[in-house]
């Protein structure tokens, strides 16, 4: 069977370490995080703009794609790839999370979910074999995750643990329905996803049924959705020693630069979130020296970059004055320079990991980016 990921290197002091994920549109090296491209873009910023913060794989929402524009024009144009003009890698998540945020428009049972659509109230079923057909025939995925059940917190323990055995058997589900047209060659990857809320004995067995069944990757679900942030982390680094070394981890959902390198030292490779750009859209800056809260009026005439030390466009062009002002004016162009700066911080952020990774240092760089990112 064709190897697609490969260790490179960890650190000799953690569990960091750096790999080689090949998928059907190109190889990434992890580390990595992954933009929030839910409805086939990333929020104000262009193709250009990502190529330019050398961004090598996106995230896109399976379900918000197949409410919005549907699969007919998806499939009719060739794909997502060439919807949306990206020749790089995308993950699709299957709308897991999704069906949690619509509580009051869902019904959930073994055979699948029904869901009124948040667009114009029309209503749909989802099975897991349907949704694997969907982000593998219609969107050409690269990575594809399965229709998972994720609970709220906090979560009863007899509730948590009819979602994991839901989600087990989904995954099963959705296995046997994408072994049966995997491609040969440069195939199309699965993951899978361990839900059991916060309760470690439900991951640990959701884990082992994963691992019976076999997928290409490992997603962690069902953090970062209420919980302390002990918890998470918690959570996070019990799971992780349970996931096997020779597949991508991948934890949904994450996305707080000090959660992510926490995440990196228990040995995760993938990560997404809505924060760089959602934080840059409400004018929060990222920088090596803290956030930054740009509608602050000490900004008004603080003609600096947002971060001295930052090469991207809006760094090398603009003030942070400047900014303030397209942001108290509400010109889309300040929430356009933000989340480009935000999504170039992010992926700098990767880099910087993976040398310190290869250089066994990466509890040292810890040590000294957040000694000085939260000061501010």
């Given at each position: 069977?064709?190897?697609?990921?490969?260790?490179?290197?960890q650190?000799?002091?953690?569990?960091?370490?750096?790999g080689?994920?090949?998928?059907?549109?190109?190889?990434?090296?992890?580390?990595?995080?992954?933009?929030?491209?839910?409805?086939?873009?990333?929020?104000?910023l262009?193709n250009?703009?990502?190529?330019?913060?050398?961004?090598?794989?996106?995230?896109?929402?399976?379900?918000?794609?197949y409410?919005?524009?549907?699969?007919?024009?998806i499939?009719?144009?060739?794909?997502?790839?060439?919807?949306?003009?990206?020749?790089?890698?995308?993950?699709?998540?299957?709308?897991?999370?999704?069906?949690?945020?619509?509580?009051?428009?869902?019904?959930?049972?073994?055979?699948?979910?029904?869901?009124?659509?948040?667009?114009?109230g029309?209503?749909?079923?989802?099975?897991?074999?349907?949704?694997?057909?969907?982000?593998?025939?219609?969107?050409?995925?690269?990575?594809?995750?399965?229709?998972?059940?994720?609970?709220?917190?906090?979560?009863?323990?007899?509730?948590?643990?009819?979602?994991?055995?839901?989600?087990?058997?989904?995954?099963?589900?959705?296995?046997?329905?994408?072994?049966?047209?995997?491609?040969?060659?440069?195939?199309?990857?699965?993951?899978?996803?361990?839900?059991?809320s916060?309760?470690l004995?439900?991951?640990?067995e959701?884990?082992?049924?994963?691992?019976?069944?076999?997928?290409?990757?490992?997603?962690?679900?069902?953090?970062?959705?209420?919980?302390?942030q002990?918890?998470?982390?918690?959570?996070?680094?019990?799971?992780?020693?349970?996931?096997?070394?020779?597949?991508?981890?991948?934890?949904?959902?994450?996305?707080?630069?000090?959660?992510?390198?926490?995440?990196?030292?228990?040995?995760?490779?993938?990560?997404?979130?809505?924060?760089?750009?959602?934080?840059?859209?409400?004018?929060?800056?990222?920088?090596?020296?803290?956030?930054?809260?740009l509608?602050?009026?000490?900004?008004?005439d603080?003609f600096?970059?947002?971060?001295?030390?930052?090469?991207?466009?809006?760094?090398?062009?603009?003030?942070?004055?400047?900014?303030?002002?397209?942001?108290?004016?509400?010109?889309?162009?300040?929430?356009?320079?933000?989340?480009?700066?935000?999504?170039?911080?992010?992926?700098?952020?990767?880099?910087?990991?993976?040398?310190a990774?290869?250089n066994?240092?990466?509890?040292?760089?810890?040590k000294?980016?957040?000694?000085?990112?939260?000061?501010?």
């Amino acid at each position: 069977m064709h190897k697609i990921f490969r260790l490179i290197h960890q650190d000799n002091s953690s569990s960091a370490r750096m790999g080689k994920l090949i998928t059907p549109h190109g190889e990434i090296t992890t580390p990595i995080f992954l933009p929030v491209a839910t409805q086939a873009t990333v929020k104000t910023l262009s193709n250009q703009d990502l190529f330019a913060c050398r961004i090598e794989m996106l995230l896109a929402n399976a379900y918000h794609l197949y409410l919005r524009p549907g699969g007919e024009i998806i499939k009719k144009a060739g794909g997502l790839h060439k919807f949306m003009s990206w020749p790089k890698p995308i993950l699709t998540d299957s709308g897991g999370f999704q069906v949690l945020s619509l509580s009051d428009l869902r019904k959930i049972d073994d055979a699948g979910v029904e869901f009124q659509s948040h667009i114009d109230g029309t209503r749909y079923f989802f099975t897991p074999e349907e949704i694997i057909h969907f982000q593998k025939d219609v969107l050409g995925s690269d990575i594809m995750m399965v229709l998972d059940e994720c609970v709220e917190f906090p979560c009863e323990k007899d509730r948590a643990r009819l979602a994991m055995e839901r989600t087990v058997n989904w995954a099963l589900r959705s296995k046997k329905n994408f072994c049966a047209e995997r491609l040969t060659v440069s195939p199309q990857l699965l993951f899978g996803i361990v839900q059991g809320s916060t309760y470690l004995d439900l991951r640990k067995e959701c884990v082992e049924r994963l691992l019976e069944i076999g997928f290409d990757g490992y997603a962690v679900g069902g953090v970062s959705v209420g919980e302390p942030q002990d918890l998470i982390y918690e959570v996070s680094s019990q799971v992780a020693k349970l996931l096997p070394k020779d597949k991508p981890r991948y934890l949904m959902g994450v996305g707080h630069p000090e959660d992510m390198l926490e995440a990196i030292s228990c040995g995760y490779d993938i990560f997404d979130c809505v924060v760089p750009t959602r934080n840059g859209r409400n004018g929060c800056a990222f920088t090596y020296q803290g956030k930054i809260l740009l509608r602050n009026a000490q900004y008004k005439d603080d003609f600096s970059p947002l971060d001295e030390n930052c090469p991207c466009y809006a760094c090398e062009n603009y003030s942070r004055a400047y900014i303030r002002h397209l942001l108290n004016a509400e010109e889309i162009l300040g929430l356009r320079l933000v989340s480009l700066h935000n999504i170039y911080f992010y992926n700098e952020l990767m880099q910087k990991v993976k040398e310190a990774i290869q250089n066994n240092s990466f509890l040292n760089f810890k040590k000294d980016f957040l000694a000085n990112y939260l000061k501010a």
